[in-house]
């Protein structure tokens, strides 16, 4: 985290906009394919992780593994 609270960007824009469509797709499976309760769950929560990390433009695991996608470190 930065000094003024807010998390350094550590991902690409190509990174964001895949995250984003698996984030969606596993989404829209998770309500539509007739998984199990486990099956769905998962999905939807991976979804929605994806989904978030996407906005946020931080992945907390490339934080710890030192990984960037981006260009700028903002």
């Known amino acids: 985290m930065e000094r003024n609270g807010q998390m350094k960007k550590n991902m690409g824009t190509l990174d964001r906009v895949i995250r984003a469509i698996v984030g969606l797709v596993l989404i829209y499976l998770a309500f539509t394919a007739g998984w199990g ?3 769905t769950a998962v999905a ?3 979804g929605i992780v994806l989904l978030v990390t996407a906005a946020m433009s931080n992945c907390p695991a490339y934080s710890i593994l030192g990984v960037k996608t981006c260009d700028s470190g903002k």
Request: hydrophobic share 65%.
């Open 37 to 39: 309760t486990l099956g």
């Open 44 to 46: 939807a929560i991976v």
